[in-house]
């Protein structure tokens, strides 16, 4: 069977972690038990590719203009996702033990291609708790769903609440209830122990134990670190699980949070460099919010925060970076990034929103559009605050993008700021078809030629939205000459809407006599540019 983009996806993880190419860091250790040798992943069908000379496709998005030569009569515009959360979330506090708002930032959902199931790790604030030198008054509890959007809450019987193990609280064997450290989660099936099947990690506070450390500010100590910060365990901590709802932390901490904040967010397992990436926030003072990245061969033990991303000239006064969520591209990170200020009212303004953010080294970004990504509700709703994507996960064609959706107000449990409502927060849900992120785009006639692209592939697949338009393409060799039979004249016309459509001249659509095999020259070679003309048409993404 032919590999194309469909079914080379089909083939791949799904979810935030499939394979992206970013420097590596200096090891931290010798010896990683997850590191894969590099013969073993020498297949019998990756050697069917070197023998053929016939790779599976790379598909090129339009997030950045690295593959973009020269462009007229086209725009970039970002699409936003279909919102199916509008009048009500798909989950929020109903039971008496989820208190008075479900809290889930950074990365605590995943799907399980598995069991066919997302599953949902979340916090339940409840003021009634009792006070606790960390100050957290928050149970853990678990849900899984089907489609994202029907929710069910499956009875664990691990935790005792009200004197009754009918619920759905998960279990913390090792640490306060109230430990934040399921704030990420993920499957490790690469972990030979199925003790680890399920791990987690971040920045929790708890009451200290033997053998921590603490931390002290600049100046030493103040009324809260007199108050608080001597009694507690402050950083990044780990925990394993070998079902996801029983969980036993780590001992010591694998990050100190006098060198990180809070809302560190895991991104996943990267293949390409065999190391787990966690999108950090650097400690900068006086208190400022920015992002960096830690990697990770093991999951224990982490590099220091390494500077990304931070507010510039052309941000508002006072925006601050809250934290950052993503999905693999074929070539990079495609990150919501968090904003905090976009009106200039500073961080505490409570209104934060998603950017769409791209990186191809998880260090260099692109502020793709600085308009938010995701809009929050109207006056009044259950989502008119802050709204906070959660890591996107694609399934099939589909790419879900759960997020913390939060109404205007402060505290959980207190009144909102019209005074109006209890101040809570619930789980969204919106909806993207797989890599329309943004386009190319043209309302008339307009003409893209890209850079030199290498052909992995023998045929070339586009996204495109045609439909009341056309697209046609034209090949054309590194002297930016058009290839005989390639042209636009030859291109057969490109009418339709979808997702992977195969582009033909005058029906032809093998390209194998251009770029050649393993068992005979190119003609042409394996480096093309390629001329996208397009009238009334979106153009997503190309794969070739």
């Given at each position: 069977?032919?590999?194309?983009?469909?079914?080379?996806?089909?083939?791949?993880?799904?979810?935030?972690?499939?394979?992206?190419?970013?420097?590596?860091?200096?090891?931290?250790?010798?010896?990683?038990?997850?590191?894969?040798?590099?013969?073993?992943?020498?297949?019998?069908?990756?050697?069917?590719y070197v023998d053929s000379?016939?790779?599976?496709?790379?598909?090129?998005?339009?997030?950045?203009?690295?593959?973009?030569?020269?462009?007229?009569?086209?725009?970039?515009?970002?699409?936003?996702?279909?919102?199916?959360?509008?009048?009500?979330?798909?989950?929020?506090?109903?039971?008496?033990?989820?208190g008075v708002a479900l809290?889930?930032?950074?990365?605590?959902?995943?799907?399980?291609?598995?069991?066919?199931?997302?599953?949902?790790?979340?916090?339940?604030?409840?003021?009634?708790?009792?006070?606790?030198?960390?100050?957290?008054?928050?149970?853990?509890?678990?849900?899984?769903?089907?489609?994202?959007?029907?929710?069910?809450?499956?009875?664990?019987?691990?935790?005792?609440?009200?004197?009754?193990?009918?619920?759905?609280?998960?279990?913390?064997?090792?640490?306060?209830?109230?430990?934040?450290?399921?704030?990420?989660?993920?499957?490790?099936?690469?972990?030979?122990?199925?003790q680890r099947r399920y791990?987690?990690?971040?920045?929790?506070?708890?009451?200290?134990?033997?053998?921590?450390?603490?931390?002290?500010?600049?100046?030493?100590?103040?009324?809260?670190?007199?108050?608080?910060?001597?009694?507690?365990?402050?950083?990044?901590?780990?925990?394993?699980?070998?079902?996801?709802?029983?969980?036993?932390?780590?001992?010591?901490?694998?990050?100190?949070?006098?060198?990180?904040?809070?809302?560190?967010?895991?991104?996943?397992?990267?293949?390409?460099?065999?190391?787990?990436?966690?999108?950090?926030?650097?400690?900068?003072?006086?208190?400022?919010?920015?992002?960096?990245?830690?990697?990770?061969?093991?999951?224990?033990?982490?590099?220091?925060?390494?500077?990304?991303?931070?507010?510039?000239?052309?941000?508002?006064?006072?925006?601050?970076?809250?934290?950052?969520?993503?999905?693999?591209?074929?070539?990079?990170?495609?990150?919501?990034?968090?904003?905090?200020?976009?009106?200039?009212?500073?961080?505490?303004?409570?209104?934060?929103?998603?950017?769409?953010?791209?990186?191809?080294?998880?260090?260099?970004?692109?502020?793709?559009?600085?308009?938010?990504?995701?809009?929050?509700?109207?006056?009044?709703?259950?989502?008119?605050?802050?709204?906070?994507?959660?890591?996107?996960?694609?399934?099939?064609?589909?790419?879900?993008?759960?997020?913390?959706?939060?109404?205007?107000?402060?505290?959980?449990?207190?009144?909102?700021?019209?005074?109006?409502?209890?101040?809570?927060?619930?789980?969204?849900?919106?909806?993207?078809?797989?890599?329309?992120?943004?386009?190319?785009?043209?309302?008339?006639?307009?003409?893209?030629?890209?850079?030199?692209?290498?052909?992995?592939?023998?045929?070339?697949?586009?996204?495109?939205?045609?439909?009341?338009?056309?697209?046609?393409?034209?090949?054309?060799?590194?002297?930016?000459?058009?290839?005989?039979?390639?042209?636009?004249?030859?291109?057969?016309?490109?009418?339709?809407?979808?997702?992977?459509?195969?582009?033909?001249?005058?029906?032809?659509?093998?390209?194998?006599?251009?770029?050649?095999?393993?068992?005979?020259?190119?003609?042409?070679?394996?480096?093309?540019?390629?001329?996208?003309?397009?009238?009334?048409?979106?153009?997503?993404?190309?794969?070739?």
């Open positions: 069977m032919p590999v194309n983009r469909r079914s080379f996806l089909k083939s791949a993880v799904v979810g935030g972690t499939a394979s992206v190419v970013v420097a590596s860091p200096r090891p931290i250790a010798a010896h990683s038990p997850h590191k894969e040798d590099t013969d073993s992943r020498f297949t019998p069908q990756w050697q069917s000379g016939i790779y599976p496709p790379l598909t090129h998005l339009f997030l950045d203009d690295f593959y973009i030569d020269k462009r007229e009569g086209l725009r970039r515009m970002i699409h936003r996702p279909t919102s199916l959360s509008v009048e009500a979330p798909v989950l929020k506090a109903e039971k008496e033990w989820e809290v889930h930032r950074c990365n605590p959902i995943i799907y399980d291609q598995h069991e066919k199931r997302f599953k949902f790790w979340y916090g339940c604030e409840d003021p009634t708790m009792p006070e606790i030198p960390a100050r957290i008054k928050r149970r853990w509890a678990y849900a899984t769903s089907t489609d994202g959007v029907h929710w069910e809450r499956p009875e664990l019987a691990l935790v005792e609440f009200k004197g009754s193990k009918k619920n759905n609280l998960v279990l913390l064997q090792n640490v306060e209830a109230s430990s934040a450290l399921l704030q990420n989660v993920v499957r490790d099936d690469r972990d030979p122990s199925p791990k987690s990690i971040g920045l929790d506070r708890h009451p200290l134990r033997p053998g921590e450390i603490t931390w002290t500010e600049p100046t030493g100590p103040t009324k809260w670190y007199e108050e608080m910060g001597s009694k507690i365990g402050c950083g990044l901590f780990i925990a394993y699980s070998p079902d996801g709802v029983r969980w036993r932390m780590k001992e010591g901490w694998a990050g100190s949070a006098a060198l990180i904040m809070d809302g560190s967010a895991l991104h996943g397992y990267d293949e390409r460099i065999s190391r787990w990436v966690l999108w950090q926030r650097p400690r900068v003072m006086p208190k400022y919010r920015t992002i960096g990245v830690s990697f990770s061969e093991d999951f224990e033990h982490w590099t220091w925060p390494q500077y990304g991303i931070a507010p510039d000239k052309d941000d508002p006064p006072g925006m601050q970076f809250d934290h950052l969520t993503s999905i693999q591209a074929p070539e990079g990170y495609i990150g919501l990034l968090a904003v905090s200020g976009l009106s200039g009212q500073g961080f505490t303004a409570a209104e934060e929103l998603p950017q769409l953010v791209y990186s191809r080294d998880g260090r260099v970004w692109t502020r793709v559009s600085r308009e938010p990504f995701l809009l929050n509700g109207l006056e009044g709703s259950w989502n008119d605050g802050p709204l906070i994507p959660v890591s996107p996960i694609l399934v099939g064609d589909e790419v879900f993008i759960f997020y913390y959706g939060k109404n205007k107000g402060e505290m959980w449990g207190q009144p909102t700021l019209d005074g109006r409502r209890v101040t809570t927060s619930a789980l969204g849900l919106a909806k993207l078809k797989r890599d329309r992120w943004v386009s190319i785009s043209s309302t008339g006639a307009g003409e893209l030629l890209t850079a030199l692209v290498s052909f992995a592939h023998n045929e070339l697949h586009v996204n495109v939205d045609a439909k009341g338009g056309t697209l046609r393409v034209e090949l054309l060799n590194h002297l930016r000459q058009p290839i005989p039979g390639h042209t636009l004249s030859d291109c057969d016309p490109i009418t339709v809407d979808s997702l992977d459509q195969v582009v033909t001249w005058k029906g032809k659509r093998d390209l194998s006599s251009l770029i050649g095999t393993a068992r005979c020259q190119p003609e042409v070679g394996r480096a093309l540019r390629l001329r996208f003309q397009l009238e009334r048409a979106h153009l997503y993404s190309f794969s070739c």
